[in-house]
C-alpha cells in the first residue's frame, strides 16, 4: 500500500462550482498534512496546512482532515480556471532533523470556463 | 518569503556527459536539503536529503554514484547527474529547510521551499 494516495483524476468541474480533492495516507501516527498546487512545467507551491481533526478554511479553500478514517481533502470553492493545476497531497514521515515530505501521486484538476 | 533558487532552469547535455544543478536558499539558512525528481504525470519522488556538512540520505533504489549530492555550506547544495542517459531525462526540484524549524513542531516540515526547478534533457 502506498504511503499517501489521491485519485490521479483528471477532475472536471465547470467554472463557479467547488471541486473536492481526496487523499489517503497509510501511517496513524502522521500528525500533518499539506496541500500543495502545482501548475505544469513549473515546481508546488504550499496552499494549505491542517494539523487536526475538522475543518480548516482558507479563502476558497477549505481543508478537512479525519484522522481515524486516514483521509483529508480539499475543497475549492468558486472554482476558477486558474485553479486548474495538480494538487499534492503531502504527508512528513521520519522524525526531528530527518523530517521529510511524502507525496501523493496528485489530481489533476480542470475547471471549465 | 523565503526564496530558493534552482539553477539552471533547464539544461540539455548529451549522453555521457554530467551536469551539475544548483540550489541556493537567497535569504535563510538552510541546513536540510531535499533533492526530487519529477517524471511526466507523475509525482515528486524524493531522491536524497542532504544535510550541510554532513553526507546525504539516499533514498532506497537512487545511486548514490549517480547521482552525486554536495551540500557545504548553509546555502547551497549541488546535485550532478553524473554520466547521464536519456532515462535521467527528468524534472529536478530542490526544496529547502530553514535552520532549526524542524525542532519547533513536525508542522514545520512543510515549510521547505521549493526552487523552480530544473528540465533536464539528456540526448
Known amino acids: 500500500q502506498k504511503e499517501v494516495e489521491q485519485n490521479s483524476g483528471p477532475l472536471s468541474v465547470p467554472e463557479g462550482a467547488i471541486a473536492s480533492l481526496n487523499c489517503t495516507y497509510s501511517?496513524?501516527?502522521?500528525?500533518?498534512f499539506f496541500w500543495y498546487r502545482q501548475y505544469s512545467g513549473k515546481s508546488p507551491e504550499l496552499i494549505m496546512s491542517i494539523y487536526s481533526n475538522g475543518d480548516k478554511e482558507d479563502g476558497r479553500f477549505t481543508a478537512q482532515l479525519n484522522k481515524a478514517s486516514q483521509y483529508v481533502s480539499l475543497l475549492i470553492r468558486d472554482s476558477q480556471p486558474s485553479d486548474s493545476a495538480t494538487y499534492l497531497c503531502a504527508v512528513p514521515t521520519g522524525g526531528g532533523a530527518t523530517n521529510k515530505l511524502i507525496f501523493g501521486t496528485g489530481t489533476l484538476l480542470a475547471v471549465q470556463p | 518569503g523565503a526564496v530558493v533558487s534552482q539553477h539552471p532552469s533547464w539544461v540539455i547535455c548529451k549522453s555521457g556527459t554530467s551536469v551539475k544543478i544548483e540550489c541556493r536558499s537567497l535569504?535563510?539558512?538552510?541546513?536540510?536539503m531535499f533533492w526530487y525528481r519529477q517524471f511526466p504525470k507523475q509525482s515528486l519522488m524524493l531522491m536524497a536529503t542532504s544535510n550541510e556538512g554532513s553526507k546525504a540520505t539516499y533514498e532506497q533504489g537512487v545511486e548514490k554514484d549517480k547521482f552525486l549530492i554536495n551540500h557545504a555550506s548553509l546555502t547551497l547544495s549541488t546535485l550532478t547527474v553524473t554520466s547521464a542517459h536519456p532515462e535521467d531525462s527528468s524534472f529536478y526540484i530542490c526544496?529547502?529547510?530553514?535552520?532549526?524549524?524542524?525542532?519547533?513542531?513536525?508542522?514545520?516540515?512543510?515549510?521547505?521551499?521549493f526552487g523552480q526547478g530544473t528540465r533536464l534533457t539528456v540526448v
Open positions: 535569504d535563510f539558512q538552510a541546513t536540510t
Open positions: 526544496s529547502a529547510r530553514e535552520y532549526g524549524s524542524y525542532l519547533d513542531s513536525p508542522s514545520r516540515a512543510a515549510e521547505a521551499f
Open positions: 501511517d496513524r501516527g502522521s500528525q500533518s
